[in-house]
């Protein structure tokens, strides 16, 4: 049973092979996000990792300093120093544990680097969980494409080309509540760049998840006015022999982002020990666009939105509060051709596919460079 109407659920312990397969196929091909509950970490390492996060960014920041992210994007990234979408800095700070972890000069912070035995293996463990559920789905995704089993999951060695990111976005004093503007945003508008993304919000009751995670989804897909079965007979939508699928051909989503033909719709927050999944653009290269990379954004809670007036009548009581998430974001390896599906399972081998790698880098740059050229928002205008 789904918890909510249109973001679907599935069960790993108790629903039928068939019928995860089935949620996986009406999920991606339509809404691009679902639910998994009982699968994935223990619900006590979710929470240990929230306190992790907590404790980490509770540092002075001359210390949060040292670990500054370089370019592969991993350690950590300050308040407004990223966009993920157009127009807005992201007021969110990360700490990313991936490539860049690897490097042994690099410093670490707590609890990563620590001597702290159990908390290395609440990590490791964590992690480990992570990995095999995200190998779970991905033999489900290529079940669905009629595709071997080990098609995706073969791609992915699982070493730190994954990243696994805590994610902070700080509450605001009553003042910068007072100031916050339409350039205000969590996390801008934006469509994940890997295969799979796992979604964790804090289910520990002393630190709890807060609303403010929107999807950008079709109307039809929210009001159910229409059947989305995937159509797995697409053919690629390039016919050109000479033209690469390097052209975001099926990264058609962000065009949609003025259609009066979609709407942004509020993630459900899963029940404890629960998580949200959702595709990237990896993935949606690698389907030929059967599964849906959706953009999602980040709102303050009370951004002029969709809440409702009793939700924001508790906001405004309660004062705007940190939010705190945590996504395992998982990557193929870098060499690894994004070569598209045909139909019957066939694999696309006669253009040049663009790579996991270059995908990858270019995204992070563009994240980068957006951010750039949006000045700091100045709250004395
Ligand atoms: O914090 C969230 O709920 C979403 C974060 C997200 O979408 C991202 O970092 O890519
Ligand atoms: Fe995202």
New binding site residues.
């Given amino acids: 049973m789904s918890f909510d109407p249109v973001i679907p659920t599935i069960d790993l312990s108790s629903d039928p092979p068939e019928k995860q397969a089935q949620t996986i196929k009406d999920a991606l091909g339509s809404v691009g996000f679902f639910a998994v509950l009982n699968g994935g970490p223990k619900v006590e390492d979710i929470d240990a990792l929230f306190a992790y996060s907590e404790d980490f960014f509770s540092l002075p920041m001359e210390e949060k300093e040292k670990y500054l992210a370089g370019s592969s994007g991993s350690g950590y990234t300050k308040l407004l120093s990223q966009a993920?979408g157009e127009g807005k800095r992201d007021h969110k700070e990360t700490f990313s544990y991936g490539k860049y972890c690897g490097i042994k000069e690099q410093a670490m912070p707590y609890p990563f680097s620590s001597l702290d035995e159990i908390a290395l293996q609440t990590i490791r463990r964590f992690y480990k969980d992570c990995h095999e559920v995200s190998e779970k789905l991905m033999e489900l995704f290529a079940q669905v494409l009629e595709l071997p089993e080990d098609h995706f999951k073969q791609s992915h060695s699982f070493g730190l080309n994954t990243a696994m990111?805590l994610?902070h976005y700080p509450s605001l004093d009553v003042e910068g509540k007072k100031q916050l503007s339409e350039k205000d945003i969590r996390?801008g508008a934006?469509q994940?760049w890997g295969t799979l993304?796992l979604?964790f919000?804090s289910t520990n009751p002393f630190l709890p998840a807060q609303p403010?995670?929107e999807v950008h989804l079709p109307k039809s897909a929210i009001y159910k006015t229409q059947d989305f079965s995937p159509n797995l007979t697409t053919q690629p939508k390039s016919d050109d022999p000479n033209s690469a699928s390097t052209n975001l051909d099926y990264a058609s989503h962000r065009s949609n982002l003025n259609s009066d033909e979609y709407e942004w719709y509020p993630a459900p927050v899963p029940p404890r020990g629960g998580f949200l999944v959702n595709v990237g653009l990896a993935m949606e290269f690698w389907s030929s666009g059967i599964y849906k990379a959706t953009l999602?954004r980040?709102l303050f809670p009370n951004s002029p939105s969709s809440h409702s007036e009793k939700e924001q009548d508790e906001e405004e009581e309660a004062g705007l509060v940190d939010r705190y998430?945590l996504?395992f974001f998982v990557q193929p390896d870098d060499n690894v051709e994004l070569n598209p599906i045909l139909p019957g399972g066939k694999i696309d081998y006669t253009k040049k596919a663009i790579t996991s790698g270059e995908l990858f880098n270019t995204k992070l740059k563009e994240s980068m460079d957006r951010s750039k050229n949006i000045p700091i928002p100045d709250k004395s205008e």
């Fill in positions: 993920l990111s994610i996390a934006h994940d993304t979604l919000q403010g995670l999602h980040v998430s996504a």
